[in-house]
């Protein structure tokens, strides 16, 4: 069974920055595709930035440029580094991971997530 856990958000004036990281821990699993996505107060989830096993990385317009995706596959972490933070980034931040496990299907594995706040 696959665990993910986040860390890294807290309460954050405009302009500055946050580094988020997401584990994943457990057995008998390879990680594919990671992700981070935010959910703001009376929002839908959205994606912030996906990267795969291999390196791509992929942001949504709202983050490109400002935010950086990267992992470490030997720890099974992504991070998220985050500068010149809005207040619109206000939220929580939830990490994503596939989860390939031999004899089964890809399973999508999500954090509890953590909150980012970005005051103005």
């Known amino acids: 069974q696959v665990q993910l856990v986040e860390s890294g958000g807290g309460l954050v004036q405009a302009g500055g920055s946050l580094r988020l990281s997401c584990t994943a821990s457990?057995?008998?699993?390879?990680?594919?595709?990671m992700g981070w996505y935010r959910q703001a107060p009376g929002q839908q989830r959205e994606v912030v930035a996906t990267?795969?096993?291999?390196?791509?990385?992929r942001y949504a317009d709202s983050v490109r440029g400002r935010f950086t995706i990267s992992r470490d596959n030997a720890k099974n972490t992504v991070y998220l580094e985050m500068y010149s933070l809005k207040p619109e980034d206000t939220g929580d931040y939830y990490c994503?991971?596939?989860?390939?496990?031999?004899?089964?299907?890809?399973?999508?594995?999500w954090g509890k997530g953590v909150l980012v706040t970005v005051s103005s």
């Open positions: 994503k991971a596939v989860v390939r496990t031999s004899g089964y299907s890809d399973m999508d594995s």
């Open positions: 990267i795969t096993r291999g390196g791509t990385k």
């Open positions: 457990g057995s008998g699993f390879i990680i594919g595709d």
